[in-house]
């Protein structure tokens, strides 16, 4: 977590009322959360990280799309043992209609503890298709998502977000902000952008502006690669 102290306000987000500490609700054993990796986030490497500390796991990012199809590969992917709980079943679209349609799907089949909205990946795959960090263009977007989640889901949402699409235009709290006023439960920061962000280092202050305009918890993301790492974040 992310606790730094910066001026940044928002009139909107600082009366609402804090909501239930998702961390301290699940009881978590350590602030640390490993990041979700596609095509290494699977079920054997979740364990073996929950064994060494990660309090909360996610799945590998799972298409939405897929998904509502009922796609046997998306589907299965979401598949998880219950020693791996709190888990977040991770999702990236570019509609709210995806979201909304692939949801209860994955709940009734496998009743994960999170649905995770993946608005950060900067992969061209990903960004080719209106997905995952292409979203960072549109913050107004990002909230029609988790609302459209929130609609179909009993359980927390959370989403995953970068500073922005392309510097200089900084969107991340703006796009936090519409996350946590449409029903998200916990946001994701990693400080870079989208596009250029090979050889850039993470922007810690970016996540702490962040950390100051919403309520809910915030993990901030990136550059985090040994113990140290993690004491700088914290």
């Known amino acids: ?6 001026k940044y306000k928002n009139e909107k987000s600082k009366n609402q009322p804090k909501p239930t ?18 095509g290494i986030s699977d079920s054997p490497f979740r364990r073996l990280t929950r064994r060494f ?17 009922m ?13 791996e709980r709190p888990i977040a079943i991770q999702l990236f679209g570019s509609e709210p209609s995806q979201f909304a349609d692939a949801t209860p799907i994955i709940i009734e089949r496998w009743q994960p503890d ?32 988790v609302s459209a989640v929130k609609k179909a889901a009993d359980i927390p949402v959370s989403v995953k977000l970068r500073s922005g699409y392309r510097k200089p235009d900084e969107t991340a709290v ?23 962000w090979k050889g850039t280092v993470s922007d ?22 040994s113990y140290s790492g993690v004491k700088a974040m914290g």
């Open 1 to 6: 977590m992310f606790d730094k102290k910066l």
């Open 204 to 225: 810690f202050d970016v996540i702490g502006r962040v950390k100051s305009a919403v309520n809910v918890p915030v993990v901030g993301n990136g550059d985090i690669l």
């Open 71 to 83: 796609g046997d590969v998306s589907i299965d992917m979401a598949r998880f043992d219950e020693e």
């Open 114 to 145: 999170m649905i995770d909205i993946n608005c950060g990946c900067p992969v061209k795959r990903f960004v080719s298709r209106s997905c995952g960090g292409f979203l960072m263009q549109d913050p107004d977007l990002i909230g029609n998502i």
């Open 174 to 196: 703006e796009a936090a902000i519409a996350a946590e006023q449409a029903g998200a439960s916990l946001i994701a920061i990693h400080g870079k952008y989208v596009r250029g």
């Open 21 to 38: 500490h998702l961390i301290e609700k699940w009881e978590l054993p350590a602030g640390e959360i490993l990041a979700p990796m596609a």
């Open 53 to 69: 500390g990660s309090g909360l796991l996610y799945s590998e990012v799972i298409s939405a799309e897929g998904t509502r199809r």
